[in-house]
């Protein structure tokens, strides 16, 4: 007894609105995603056992190098005009100071932003008198509320 065969029907899968999807997806994601905006100078921080949250937003940095190099960096928001249509931005001004007039440079950064919180990064091998003289200069100036960034000491009795 011959069995049959049972015809196979082909099967075509349309592929289109799944690509559609994935690089709807891909676009979505690309224009969400804030990135951390890069540093003026890269410093290696000192460590210490703090562990305090810094905001994302409305922050005045102070980094100085290894070098003794100051640099004040903040982000400002500006309008531009595009196609007749008012479009607000966001800008990042990094600015190079010296010990004398870094209060200065600070100040001008607070009078975008009031709220800004001060922080300062210092690299491990800054001379001790300059960052001195930068927190003397802020203290004349009365900008005496700020927060030194350091890395977390690393525990080397904990577990892994």
Known sequence: MAVKKKRRIAIRIDMTPMVDIAFLLLIFYMATTQFKPPEARAVELPQSHSMIELPDKDIINITVTKYDSIYVDYII???????????????????????????????????????????????????????GDVMKSMQENGLERFLIITDPEVDLDAPA
């Open 77 to 131: 928001k500006h309008t531009v005009n595009i196609d007749g249509a008012d479009v607000d931005t966001k800008a990042r001004v990094v600015r190079t100071a010296d010990k004398y007039n870094v209060s200065v440079e600070i100040n001008k950064a607070r009078a975008k932003n009031i709220r800004a919180l001060i922080v300062i990064k210092a690299d491990a091998k800054a001379s001790y008198g300059v960052m």
